[in-house]
């Protein structure tokens, strides 16, 4: 056996010269990709003052289904007060290519940040 | 007046927890993961509706009885919940119709038991009101989407009203301990409930654009009274079986 | 870009512990190699629900029955979490769990074994959720960003799954002598396959050790095997019971334990196939995805028509912005 197989990691089927005795035919449609529900984004305030974070994602059928679910699925510990959900077709990204022309310029303004100014102690409240 | 309200919170835990006990039958076999999940959750609510009820059930008898002496050492003709809870899950039809049936009754129950005056039974109603409204707009949505969705999950669910409706009429026929409960005014009148929920009933059936079947059909009852079906006897010999084999035991 | 340049700049990341994000440029095996890991990872947690879930309905009080299905539940919600990081990855849900029936993905090969026993259950928490956390904790620092997180929020879920079950154990072994017996008994046939979750010795293979250089895995398995024996051995000294290897035993100069070896003709024979369960397992869960198909069908239909009717603004969508 050459392959290192890991935790979570089980390599596939068909190495090794250890055959399944019970393999068998499983009714898998040829036409099975395509029918998962659609995929939403979850967002939850965790509690009043907070804004809405990233949860994760899960499959619903219509928005009102896509909140039960998140509630079901990711406040099971109480850990929502207001969720948003958004069908992740919807959510449009920047191309990580263009994270220097997008981002680095804002290195160089430390300008934008209060430690930037240098002000006596005894200013109080600012 | 301990005997009847013992009964009737007996009867009140008995219901949760065997409805509980067949959702819980889904957990890891639901249609889609996000449903196997939410289905669950019903479960944990009425399994925890049940320990509240049983808890102060046991509390009232006194001898050493628990939760669990109540849950895992009657047999089946003292168990007093409705019919409709035991019957099996059948398929995602049955097991969300038989919910919405369930918390539609449930819901209109405890907001009654919310006022009752008996304290402890009006805080345990008052705080399982909100899962059972919970409860009845998730098995709702599903009702009118399976009624409304395919020729095939409208049959299913037709197929369901039809093994279903009959154990319905229980639900508001009230046992001598009800009566009783009624009388003394810490249980609910469970009859005059029957109005209301048939208009739910009808109106989700609307949207769902399911016919409502006869409300004057002949129903089945005894579950109230310890006259069940045969399917409880299985229930609890899994249940139970091993507070049975090993009597006395910590767990 | 060239090729070349994207993956200076994908090893350059790696090297500096920065994370590896959905849209970022990935060598094609690392994904590949990413969508087996996860989805494998997946598949397991979902598996690993019907061990368990078979003591749902038999659980011996109601405390111990909400916890098992609170227990079995958050381990959907885990395979939930996990299904979604391979999705970023461009993989559906779908194709990911056709893959588990059909047999070409694997999963933990601890879940096929059977549960025989109430203690099952308690070992299964102790043991099997044991390892599985030693693991876990690890791959929490796993270069993948959307892995990386969901094993941070199933690591925080599953903190009381090891405790239920060492305190299921810890009950039984302070019970009556059938009850002692029965947590022996649990652990003669947990300990061995727990183990074998960590997987081959590190020096049977002769594999460049890509998942390593990637940082998608954080420690060898026999390193992490050697925390898991270490850490069990002493634990089981509380529960005043024995584990079935007479060989293990405290290795003062090593400062760690030794132990006996593992059976590996029966550890490639459970992950080929041929565990005691593997069959029923892969069949039940067939069934239910087969017996759910027209609840799924007839949710989108439904969806579909009420589009239809009404071009819906979902409420909230003007509180929202």
């Not at chain 1, 909140?67 to 919807?90: C, F, L, P, Q």
């Not at chain 2, 016919?211 to 139970?240: C, R, Y």
Request: charged residues 25%; contains cysteine; glycine residues 6%.
């Amino acid at each position: 056996m050459t392959t290192k197989y890991y935790y979570g990691d089980f390599g596939e089927s068909g190495s090794g010269e250890i055959t399944a005795n019970n393999k068998k035919n499983v009714g898998i449609h040829s036409d099975a990709a395509g029918h998962d529900w659609p995929l939403w984004e979850v967002f939850i305030r965790s509690k009043q003052g907070l804004d809405h974070k990233h949860m994760g994602s899960l499959h619903a059928t219509d928005a009102q289904m896509a909140i039960e679910n998140a509630r079901d699925v990711y406040t099971r510990r109480m850990e929502g007060v207001s969720i948003w959900v958004v069908e992740s077709k919807h959510i449009h990204a920047s191309n990580p290519d263009e994270a220097e022309s997008l981002y680095d310029p804002a290195n160089d303004k430390a300008y934008r940040h209060p430690t930037f100014y240098d002000l006596p102690d005894e200013l109080k409240h600012m | 007046m301990k005997k009847d309200l013992i009964s009737y919170t007996i009867h009140l835990a008995d219901s949760a927890l065997i409805l509980g006990h067949r959702n819980s039958e889904w957990c890891g076999h639901g249609p889609v993961l996000e449903q196997d999940i939410a289905i669950t959750n019903i479960s944990l609510d009425l399994i925890g509706q049940a320990r509240n009820f049983y808890q102060y059930a046991a509390q009232l008898t006194g001898n050493n009885t628990t939760e669990d002496t109540l849950a895992y050492l009657r047999d089946a003709r003292e168990f007093k919940n409705c019919l409709l809870t035991e019957l099996p899950n059948g398929d995602w039809a049955v097991t969300v119709l038989r919910q919405f049936f369930f918390s539609a009754y449930q819901y209109l129950l405890y907001q009654q038991l919310q006022h009752s005056s008996d304290t402890q039974l009006a805080a345990i109603a008052e705080k399982s009101l909100k899962e059972v409204t919970y409860h009845l707009r998730w098995s709702s949505e599903w009702v009118i989407r399976l009624g409304d969705g395919t020729s095939e999950s409208r049959q299913r669910i037709l197929n369901a009203i039809e093994d279903l409706w009959m154990f319905t009429g229980e639900l508001f026929k009230p046992a001598d301990y009800e009566i009783e409960a009624t009388a003394k005014g810490f249980g609910v009148n469970a009859e005059l409930l029957k109005n209301d929920w048939l208009q739910n009933i009808k109106a989700i059936f609307e949207e769902a654009t399911l016919p409502v079947p006869d409300e004057n059909a002949w129903m089945q009852t005894g579950g109230k009274t310890g006259s069940h079906t045969e399917h409880l006897g299985f229930i609890l010999a899994d249940m139970q079986f091993l507070q049975r084999t090993y009597p006395g035991c910590e767990w | 870009m060239p090729i070349h340049d994207l993956e200076k700049t994908f090893l350059d990341k790696i090297e500096r512990e920065i994370k590896i994000e959905p849209r970022d440029w990935m060598p094609d095996a690392y994904r590949k190699n990413l969508v087996r890991q996860i989805s494998q990872h997946a598949h397991s947690e979902i598996v690993g629900m019907l061990p368990e879930g078979n003591w749902i309905t038999r659980a011996p009080s109601l405390k111990r029955k909400a916890i098992l299905i609170a227990k079995a539940q958050d381990e959907a919600g885990h395979g939930l979490y996990l299904y979604s990081a391979t999705e970023t990855l461009g993989t559906s849900r779908e194709e990911t769990i056709n893959d588990l029936h059909s047999g070409k993905a694997k999963y933990s090969s601890i879940f096929n074994y059977p549960t025989l026993c109430w203690a099952d259950i308690g070992a299964i928490g102790w043991l099997v959720d044991g390892a599985a956390i030693i693991n876990q904790v690890m791959l929490c620092r796993t270069s993948y960003g959307p892995y990386a997180r969901a094993m941070v929020r199933i690591c925080r879920e599953e903190s009381f799954h090891q405790r239920q079950g060492f305190e299921i154990l810890l009950v039984l072994s302070r019970g009556s002598d059938e009850q002692k017996a029965m947590c022996q008994d649990a652990l003669n046939r947990w300990w061995w396959p727990s183990l074998m979750m960590f997987g081959p010795r590190d020096s049977d293979s002769t594999h460049s050790d890509q998942s390593m250089k990637w940082k998608i895995k954080r420690m060898s398995n026999d390193e992490l095997r050697q925390k898991f024996i270490d850490m069990i051995a002493e634990q089981v000294k509380v529960l005043g019971m024995t584990l079935p290897d007479p060989d293990l035993k405290w290795n003062a100069e090593r400062k760690h334990y030794d132990f006996g070896e593992i059976d590996w003709a029966e550890f490639w024979n459970v992950v080929k196939g041929n565990g005691p369960c593997n069959k029923q397992r892969i069949e039940a869960r067939t069934k239910a995805w087969d017996e759910g198909a027209w609840v799924r069908e007839a949710a989108v239909a439904y969806a579909e028509k009420r589009k239809e009717k009404q071009p819906q603004t979902p409420k909230g969508a003007l509180e929202a912005a």
